[in-house]
């Protein structure tokens, strides 16, 4: 099947040309990646945009059973629903953090909702590559809403928070200790923190917790891309299926809001901005693997350990071959 076939399936919403279509993006092969060129290039002209949704959140903070209950209850509205995992770490670990079946099982048999697992590749630029172009895939796909799950682990929020509409980082209750173990960084990028485990012998420390939120993100330079409000922190339970209804109301007013103020489209530019120097940037490196990048590199290296020349000069003499 060629790209165009490949495609055209995606766009009629068949879920099994969809997960080919994934595969196909995910692939390392030469020859693979120019066929993903023109199938992500005829996807995106069906010109279907749907509500990505960055989820990131610590290992047992609740992300898969939130997701599930979120995602039933977009259903239950009629809306289809897309889950695209990112995880760096899933090559150390071996498995991936969908990988397990039992993870979101009553979502994963609803027709309307398709869960992809994230490939046990590791490379950061690898990844946010695939994930663009799956959630790419996905939008062609008519799906309404992508959720985009991220364990909270360094660069893999930032790459999420680049490719998503709204940002939420989930949280679990704590100590006041907690909150300093939350990077400033991320707290940033965040347009909503969501305390969940807000149920039982834990509400109260979710109150807390929530709380101390709330006071934190009052301290951040507000954004220009938010309302009066945002960011905000709110309490949910993922498993009492509490405080969804909420979270999914401020997080349109948000999405909504972000349009009817141009945020929207900018925030998009923006991030195609940022993709488009990363991929030249990621490009410029992979050259670096490759001959005669790569002779150059070990003979000037070579020379450099030798003391022939200077760090500083054989630098300027690679960049002047790259240069030609
Ligand atoms: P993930 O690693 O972030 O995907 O977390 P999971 O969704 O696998 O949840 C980790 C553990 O927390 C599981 O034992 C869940 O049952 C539990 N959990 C998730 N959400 C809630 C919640 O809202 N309340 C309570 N009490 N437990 C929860």
Redesign the pocket.
């Known amino acids: 099947m060629d790209a165009k076939e490949l495609a055209q399936g995606v766009i009629a919403g068949d879920r099994r040309s969809l997960a080919r279509a994934i595969t196909l993006v995910e692939s390392a092969r030469a020859d693979h990646r120019a066929k993903a060129v023109e199938l992500v290039a005829e996807a995106r002209a069906a010109g279907r945009q749907a509500l990505r949704i960055g989820l990131s ?13 979120f995602g039933m209850r977009l259903l239950a509205e009629g809306l289809r629903v897309a889950v695209l995992a990112v995880d760096p770490s899933s090559a150390r670990s071996g498995g991936s ?1 969908l990988g397990d079946k039992t ?1 979101m099982e009553r979502l994963s048999r609803e027709p309307a909702a398709f869960i992809r697992p994230s490939p046990s590749q590791a490379q950061m630029g690898g990844v946010a590559r695939r994930t663009r172009e799956a959630v790419a895939l996905c939008e062609a796909a008519g799906f309404d809403v992508v959720l985009i ?1 991220t ?1 909270g682990v360094g660069q893999s929020e930032t790459v999420v928070a680049e490719i998503c509409d709204l940002f939420l980082l ?1 949280l ?1 209750p704590a100590g006041g200790d907690e909150l300093q173990g939350v990077k400033r960084g991320i707290m940033e990028m965040a347009d909503m923190i969501l305390v ?5 012998a ?1 509400k109260s420390t979710a109150t807390r917790t929530c709380a101390d939120y709330a006071g934190a993100l009052r301290l951040l330079r507000r954004r220009p891309q938010d309302p009066e409000g945002f960011p905000k922190a709110m309490m ?5 299926e509490t405080g969804m209804a909420e979270a999914w109301t401020e997080m349109q007013f948000l999405a909504q809001w972000r349009r009817d103020n141009g945020h929207w489209e900018s925030r998009r530019s923006a991030q195609a901005k940022h993709w488009f120097a990363e991929e030249v940037r990621q490009g410029l490196l992979a050259a670096l693997t490759r001959e005669p990048a790569k002779g150059s590199m070990a003979a000037l290296g070579e020379r450099v350990a030798q003391g022939d020349i200077s760090p500083e000069a054989a630098a300027a003499e690679m960049l002047a071959l790259l240069g030609r």
């Open positions: 959140g610590t290992p047992g903070v609740g992300k898969s059973t939130f997701i599930e209950a953090i993870r799950e364990v989930l679990a969940n485990k807000a149920d039982g834990l949910v339970s993922a498993t009492e």
